[in-house]
């Protein structure tokens, strides 16, 4: 199994498998076709019909307003070509060559013989990407880190790509036994972190226990059970979804590493790696695993479990399936579309993030449209579209068990309270009743130290100890946080040396690498009220040159201004972090002009910095 961490590999599973047979195993992205930004451009409204001339194979794309969707061109009865249909007068379905079968491209599914197959959809990609935000599902696209149409550049085709195979999970299937009571038992920590007892085995999800999230925007709802540190070190395994700090926090992990630093930890072989700043972190981990996606990886002989991909953000966000006899537990965590959208129907339980809220849009914005009352119908629009999207995928898959979980975050710090105020969230009460109102599902709200059993749920979901709730006068939500470190860590920034030269500014963004991009920034350092720092740096970057001017350049340009927290960007600059401690921890204000979203700006400083930080020791050596 691959390691890009570096660090120490040893797999403590009883049945290992070699490099070679996972690698003949794992799931894999195949492109079919690319189109270029001309013939992007060309797409008609309703059906479009392309061959790739290389493979001769050919496919539809179906496109109106809110959708792009795309299927290969052939039936799934006998592998007839689809042709126009001119008897459909919506200009939506296509007819086989073979027994005139039909399909009807906007929802892929068959009308004749109707309720007979559904299409298999292909996943779609800018840029080289395996996602799509350009004309794509409006509901995809609601669900990312920002809510609008993204601004298309020269270089921007759009790649249709399959997975293979598409629903991994179907190797070696295997029926599910009797449970005996407190055999599976699922207890609920905080936020995404989950203690799954499996027979004799223990495993954890996403640990973020104590600190904040996203430098210091974001800070725990819940209390966690006093006991959490003990149910982590007496785990058998961790899994980790994805890099971002509410699930990969370094403060739970550092608690964690003093008392158990060969803990093996199990995340997914992401194209940024779960734990690229481990050694920038300063703790102490000796056991991580990078698991290839789609292959299951064998505990025990009733023990399995399978880590699979976001078809939006393949680079970084997976999700799991943990498997105990034959019984699946799916865990979507924070994937907009998990697996391209492909997932196992009737688990027995189902986990997802449900919340929203998660991005700095639109709530760090100002100018132009983006007024209070524009923003307040935003998101209350957005966080509706949220709940029905996750109870219609609820009722498609049909799990046993339900459970909202990876939203409960709150803006606690004072200077944060217009964000607290604005960025309302969706209630776990509220889904699920939505959920029990269209389906038979049944749910669970979970409470930190809640604990679920899965055998008795199965047998019964009416039995009384089916789930077991904290003991009355168990603190549920926090009404403090300790504040005072971790500030003091980001303060510690401020004053350091390398911001006493303000060839900084090059020396940085030089190592962060984007240029030839037609867009001009300007970067303000704030106090906590986003007003000028005394003393801080106010200047432009012009990505085109990768210059720094003086005044905007004079030719066309769009423009954006960023003013951010000196004590976060300061941090950021100095460690090589990631934007978003910047933008999804609410220290920015930002505006722009046009009011147009930078996919490619935003994804870089987002995902794509080197992965070794700024060598500021020669910076300093050169200026003295």
């Known amino acids: 199994m691959s390691n890009r961490s570096g660090k120490s590999n040893c797999n403590s599973f009883e049945i290992p498998r070699s490099q070679e047979t996972m690698d003949s195993l794992k799931q894999t992205t195949e492109i079919l076709l690319c189109l270029s930004p001309v013939e992007v451009d060309s797409l008609k409204e309703g059906i479009n019909f392309f061959r790739n001339k290389s493979t001769g194979k050919d496919y539809i794309l179906y496109k109106n307003k809110k959708h792009l969707k795309a299927c290969k061109n052939l ?42 197959f559904c299409q298999d959809e292909l996943e779609s990609g800018v840029d080289g990407c395996c996602v799509t935000l350009f ?29 293979n195979p598409p629903n991994p999970w179907d190797s ?41 999230a996203f430098a210091r925007g974001w800070w725990l709802l819940h209390e966690p059970p006093s006991d959490w540190l003990e149910r982590l070190c007496k785990a058998d395994l961790i899994y980790i979804s994805h890099m971002h700090s509410d699930h990969l926090s370094y403060p739970t992990l550092k608690k964690l590493s003093a008392r158990r630093p060969d803990i093996p930890i199990y995340v997914g072989d992401t194209e940024r790696p779960v734990f690229w700043n481990l050694d920038q972190s300063g703790v102490q981990l000796t056991n991580i695993n990078v698991m290839p996606f789609g292959v299951w990886q064998q505990v025990d002989k009733n023990l399995r479990f399978m880590i699979l991909m976001d078809g ?44 929203g809220g998660a991005s700095g849009f639109p709530m760090t914005f100002s100018g132009g449209k983006f007024t209070e009352e524009w923003k307040a119908q ?59 109102k269209n389906s038979d599902v049944v749910t669970w709200t979970p409470r930190p130290g809640a604990t679920l059993d899965l055998g008795r749920m199965l ?54 690498g984007f240029k030839n991009y037609n867009l001009v920034v300007r970067m303000i350092e704030t106090d906590e009220d986003f007003n000028p720092f005394p003393g801080g740096y106010n200047y432009l970057v012009d990505f085109l040159d990768l210059s720094f001017p003086k005044e905007r350049p004079s030719r066309e340009h769009p423009y954006e201004e960023i003013h951010s927290r000196v004590d976060v960007i300061r941090h950021v600059v ?27 700006f935003w994804n870089h400083f987002q995902i794509k910095l080197p992965l070794t930080p700024p060598n500021w020791k020669s910076f300093l050596a050169h200026c003295s």
């Open 574 to 600: 100095k460690n090589g972090l990631l934007w978003d401690d910047l933008y999804i921890g609410f220290q920015t204000r930002l505006q722009r002009d046009p009011d147009i979203y930078h996919h490619l």
């Open 172 to 212: 070696d299937p295997r029926s599910p036994e009797d449970l005996a009571f407190g055999e599976v038992q699922i207890t609920y920590l905080t936020h995404a972190c989950m203690d799954l007892k499996l027979g004799d085995k223990r495993m954890v999800f996403d640990p973020w226990l104590i600190g904040p």
């Open 312 to 355: 939006v953000h393949p680079e970084m966000d997976t999700c799991i399936i943990v498997e105990y006899k034959g019984h699946k537990i799916l865990n979507t965590v924070d994937c907009t579309r998990p697996n391209g959208g492909r997932l196992p129907e009737k688990v027995a339980l189902m986990m997802s993030d449900f919340a």
């Open 135 to 163: 004309l794509t599902d409006y509901i995809n696209l609601s669900l990312c880190k920002e809510h609008e149409v993204v601004e298309m550049d020269e270089n921007n085709g759009l790649v249709l790509i399959e997975l």
């Open 459 to 512: 047998k019964d979901p009416t039995d009384s100890k089916g789930i077991i709730e904290p003991p009355e006068g168990t603190k549920i939500y926090k009404d403090s946080w300790d504040f005072e470190p971790y500030l003091n860590t980001l303060n510690a920034a401020i004053g350091d040396e390398i911001f006493l030269h303000s060839s900084w500014i090059k020396e940085y963004f030089t190592w962060a």
């Open 75 to 116: 039936c799934k009865h006998q592998g007839g070509l689809f042709i126009k249909d001119i008897e459909d007068l919506d200009g939506r379905s296509v007819k086989c060559t073979k027994h005139n079968w039909k399909l009807d491209v906007s929802t892929m599914k068959y009308i004749n013989p109707p309720g007979s």
């Open 378 to 436: 935003f998101i209350k629009t957005e966080r509706k579209k949220l709940l029905n999207y996750k109870a219609q995928l609820v009722k498609d898959l049909q799990p046993r068990i339900y459970c909202p979980f990876a939203g409960y975050f709150v803006e606690s710090h004072p200077s944060d309270k217009y964000i607290k105020e604005t960025n309302i969230k969706n209630d776990p009460i509220q889904l699920n009743n939505l959920i029990k």
